[in-house]
C-alpha cells in the first residue's frame, strides 16, 4: 500500500507495520504444526500406497491362478469335444443303413447339446470365479484405506 510523506495512508489512517513485530515462537510454532501435519500426511499416503500395492499383488496372483485354471479348462472341454467328434465319425462311417445314420445323429446332437450346456456352466463358474478373486481383494483393502484415511 502506498503511504504519503507523514506515514499515512491514502485514506489518512496510520500504517500499522507489523513486519517489525517479533512474535518469538508463535511463526516458528505455526511452521513445527506444519511440518508435523505435513509429515503425518505423507505417512498416511505411504501406507496407502503400501496397501494398494499390497491388494494389487494379492489380485495379479490370484488372477494368474484363475486365468491359467480358465484356460486349462477350455483346452480340457476342446479335448473332450474332439475325441467326442472323431467317435461319432468312427461310428457314422460303421453305420449300414440310412436309420443308423439317422440314430446316430439324433444322439449325437443331443449328448452334444448336453455337454455343451456343463461345459459353459463350467467355464461360467470359473469366470465368475475369477471376477470375485481379480475384485474383492482390491475392494477390502480400498475399503480399509479409505477408513484408515478418514480416521
Known amino acids: 500500500m502506498k503511504l504519503t510523506p507523514n506515514g499515512t495512508n ?3 489512517m496510520p500504517w500499522l507495520d507489523f513486519s517489525k513485530a ?3 515462537g508463535v511463526g ?5 504444526q506444519g511440518l ?4 503425518e500426511s505423507c505417512e ?4 496407502a500406497s503400501e496397501e494398494m500395492a499390497e491388494a494389487l499383488r494379492d489380485t495379479y496372483s490370484s488372477n494368474a491362478r484363475c486365468t491359467s485354471d ?5 483346452f480340457e472341454i476342446s479335448n473332450a469335444n474332439a475325441a467326442s467328434a ?4 468312427v461310428h457314422l462311417f460303421g453305420s449300414k443303413s440310412a436309420t ?9 446332437a443331443r449328448k452334444a447339446f448336453d455337454t455343451a450346456s456343463d461345459q459353459n456352466k463350467e467355464l461360467w463358474a470359473l469366470a465368475q470365479k475369477l471376477a470375485t478373486e481379480t475384485g474383492e481383494p482390491i475392494r477390502k483393502h480400498f475399503t480399509r484405506v479409505l477408513h484408515q484415511g478418514g480416521g
Open 28 to 32: 516458528r510454532e505455526l511452521a513445527e
Open 36 to 39: 508435523a501435519r505435513a509429515r
Open 100 to 108: 443308423d445314420v439317422y440314430t446316430l445323429s439324433a444322439a449325437q
Open 86 to 89: 472323431l467317435d461319432f465319425f
Open 70 to 74: 480358465y484356460g486349462l479348462k477350455v
Open 22 to 24: 517479533a512474535l518469538p
Open 44 to 47: 498416511k499416503i505411504k501406507a
Open 10 to 12: 491514502v485514506f489518512g
